[in-house]
């Protein structure tokens, strides 16, 4: 069982940048294949991107793809989201989800523990 708890949203101008947090509790936070999602108003949930266990391996949605950063820091059990040249498009509830499969994951059904999520907001 793994808790995650994501912070750092907030209202932000287009081209602006913003830094998600994701704090990992209650598990080995290195056994897990960790992602990132959004979900925008009357919108299915969207895979932004993922990071593997070792941090050394990176995967991206197309749409945020050389704009947004994953990282991880196994040492303080948190994984990050950077997020460059936000669009108003960007705008949705982002979540951060934990995968037991220690492998590629990619669809919301992969993930097993997921945060509460917390919002961004895109403004012209």
């Known amino acids: 069982q793994v808790q995650l708890v994501e912070s750092g949203g907030g209202l932000v101008q287009a081209g602006g940048s913003l830094r998600l947090s994701c704090a990992a509790s209650?598990?080995?936070?290195?056994?897990?294949?960790l992602g990132w999602f959004r979900q925008a108003p009357g919108k299915e949930r969207e895979f932004v991107g993922e990071i593997s266990v070792s941090g050394r391996w990176t995967y991206y949605g197309d749409s945020v793809k050389g704009r947004f950063t994953i990282s991880r820091d196994n040492a303080k059990n948190t994984v990050y989201l950077q997020m460059n040249s936000l669009k108003p498009e960007d705008t949705a509830i982002y979540y951060c989800?934990?995968?037991?499969?220690?492998?590629?994951?990619?669809?919301?059904?992969?993930?097993?523990?997921w945060g509460q999520g917390t919002q961004v907001t895109v403004s012209l």
């Open positions: 989800a934990a995968s037991r499969r220690g492998t590629t994951a990619n669809r919301v059904y992969e993930y097993d523990y």
């Open positions: 209650g598990s080995t936070f290195i056994m897990y294949t």
